[in-house]
């Protein structure tokens, strides 16, 4: 007899001698006599060692309680190199837990006796009107999570008609990702420390029809992605044929970057970037408005303001690039009061729940953005997961916005939070 079929065996024999016992119908278990039906006390103990072992990984996005029901299947489908480079911080990942530790430190308003039959979750934002305040962050690489891509988080993003902002390494072209949309999507871009390159993508967004520039401004100084590198190590597979040396073979895997000369190009980002590099984009482009991605103090949005940025996006780069420990959430309140209205202030970072989203909104931002979750159901569902996430994020906020009294986004106010004392 193996040690499973012993197992099974002796947990028989004891739910048997149990099967009489009074005790049970403190359980809620009923029989048609003075026993509780075995298959029934079965069910039960096997549920309570699920429980006990916690959750188990969700086989379709129908199954999905939370967006974080999507890691663990993103973690088996993927190759340990592409889920550590998902998954990575930098140094300790110290900044990338603050970002989702920084939501416990405020605490929501909970409101009474309102009518909140009917909630409006839109939004204006530069010049037109979204029907929910959750944008989609760029995000590079998705071939690297699912064979469809950008392709697939595109067509979920015009499905379920969120904001998409298109990743500046994106693995599939912004005129592709604008068809699959259904409409124009805003271009993220790194620079390179070429600024002929950075000019050339520019001008191929903006011809594309791209209306907003998002230039990131967060990632010029390296980074040490030190769990995507553990992580890389755990992998098996031969990887030289796609991951040659040099940022140029990068970029040559990156269809934005086609025909142009990247002989020069040493970094994504660009250590010589300085305030004077936003009127540089403005000149370049000047169909499209521009949005500076990276501001997290107020001096930095002050000086945006100075420079003509028409929105600033607090964001460290979802905890991949400066190692300051320090959450986005705690660093929104500074800049929106540094911007003071003037224009549009955007948030990301450690948002999973829609009350995080309430929190981002009532410091403050117009539009909170998703990154992780999105690519997690990617990589496990393709676009049904991705549409699965922003629709239970949604639920999810119109759910505390009526909790909190609030039937609309411009009523979310910064009395509706408090920050704690712990």
């Not at 359980?27 to 029934?40: H, T």
């Not at 994106?170 to 990702?177: G, H, K």
């Not at 990632?219 to 030289?240: F, I, M, P, V, Y």
């Not at 000149?283 to 930095?300: F, H, Q, R, Y």
């Amino acid at each position: 007899m193996t040690t499973l079929e012993g197992t099974s065996t002796a947990r028989r024999a004891f739910l048997r001698s149990i099967a009489g016992s009074p005790l049970l119908a403190a359980f809620g278990f009923r029989s048609s006599g003075n026993a509780a039906p075995l298959s029934l006390l079965e069910d039960f103990l096997q549920a309570s060692t699920a429980s006990s072992q916690g959750p188990t990984t969700i086989r379709s996005v129908e199954e999905a309680l939370s967006v974080m029901d999507f890691e663990a299947p993103a973690r088996a489908a993927l190759p340990p190199a592409h889920f550590a480079y998902l998954s990575s911080g930098v140094d300790d990942d110290a900044t990338l837990r603050a970002n989702r530790e920084g939501f416990a430190k405020y605490q929501i308003l909970a409101r009474r006796l309102v009518d909140v039959r009917r909630i409006d979750t839109s939004i204006e934002l530069l010049g037109r009107t979204w029907p929910t305040p959750i944008l989609i962050c760029p995000c590079g690489s998705q071939r690297a999570f699912h064979v469809q891509g950008e392709r697939a988080t595109a067509r979920a993003a015009k499905v379920k008609e969120h904001l998409l902002v298109l990743s500046g390494i994106s693995t599939t072209s912004v005129e592709d990702v604008i068809v699959e949309r259904g409409g124009p999507v805003w271009y993220q871009l790194y620079p390179t420390n070429d600024v002929a390159v950075a000019m050339a993508v520019l001008r191929r967004a903006a011809a594309a029809g791209c209306p907003v520039l998002v230039l990131t401004v967060d990632n010029n100084s390296g980074r040490n992605t030190e769990t995507q590198l553990r992580g890389a190590r755990l992998d098996t597979r031969d990887c030289s044929a796609c991951h040659r040396p040099g940022i140029p073979a990068l970029l040559r895997r990156k269809p934005m970057f086609d025909q142009l000369d990247l002989t020069n190009v040493t970094s994504v980002g660009d250590p010589a970037m300085t305030w004077e590099y936003v009127a540089r984009v403005r000149d370049a482009a000047p169909s499209m408005k521009v949005v500076l991605k990276g501001i997290v103090t107020s001096e930095d949005a002050a000086l945006a303001l100075r420079y003509g940025a028409d929105a600033v996006v607090v964001s460290n780069h979802g905890g991949r690039a400066e190692e300051s420990g320090r959450s986005t959430i705690e660093c929104l309140p500074e800049v929106v009061k540094a911007v003071a209205g003037r224009v549009p202030v955007l948030f990301d970072g450690g948002v999973r729940r829609g009350t995080d989203i309430f929190k981002a909104l009532a410091l403050g931002a117009r539009a909170v953005g998703i990154g992780r979750p999105y690519l997690w159901a990617l990589a496990a569902f393709g676009q049904p997961g991705v549409e699965t996430v922003l629709t239970l994020l949604l639920r999810e906020l119109e759910l505390i916005m009526r909790q909190a009294g609030t039937t609309s986004v411009a009523a979310i106010s910064t009395g509706h939070v408090v920050r704690g004392t712990g």
